[in-house]
């Protein structure tokens, strides 16, 4: 099934996915992932979930801790080179690559132990929608860490040519998204801060035991 109603039009269609085939070194891997997976700090055994996992590059990081991953995005592009990139993990037992997005996950309700995701909030297009799924799959106790870079910050080194992305996109507002998990039986915070030595939007957040 495709996933086109929860996807802005400039994510959608060929010149979308040149465009992520362009930005390749990025998408790789980054600090940002690094700095996330750091974040959720992924135990041996655990269940989590990457939302708009991409070409994998935390979902990867996860695994080769020991914790399951499931790997998911709506892109078939995205989902095929991640799923190449899992062929050559030695966690490649643990990682599952699926179609969905934040509106629509592919996981049980209750069943993931930490979930996150990376520049990808502003995809999201329901965002009601969006976090009531997130709600739903995370287990008493599950945490998540949502983090956007701020590109609107004049910190921010690419400032100058994405200062403006939000503007085709969904706005991010941290405190806004805290209260909105907090009114579903999750105690989250939302900040402006540093992540990875850039600036960024972050949420974090732990569903009641």
Known sequence: MGHDHHRHDHDKGFMANVHWLLKIHKFWQADTNRAIVDMV????GENLL???AGMGPATVLAAARGASVVAVDPSGLMRSICGMRRLFQRARSRITVESGTAESLP?????????????SVHHWVDLDLAFAELARVLAPGGRLVLMDEDFTHPDHPRHETHHDHEDEMTAVHV???????????LEATGQKTLAAGVPVKLVRATKSA
Do not use: F, K, M, R
Request: charged share 20%; aromatic share 4%.
């Open 107 to 119: 996981v049980a309700g209750g069943s993931i132990d930490a979930l996150w995701t990376v520049n």
């Open 50 to 52: 990457d939302i708009g």
């Open 175 to 185: 405190e806004a998204i805290a209260e909105a998990l907090c009114g579903l039986d």
């Open 41 to 44: 700090d992924p135990q041996p």
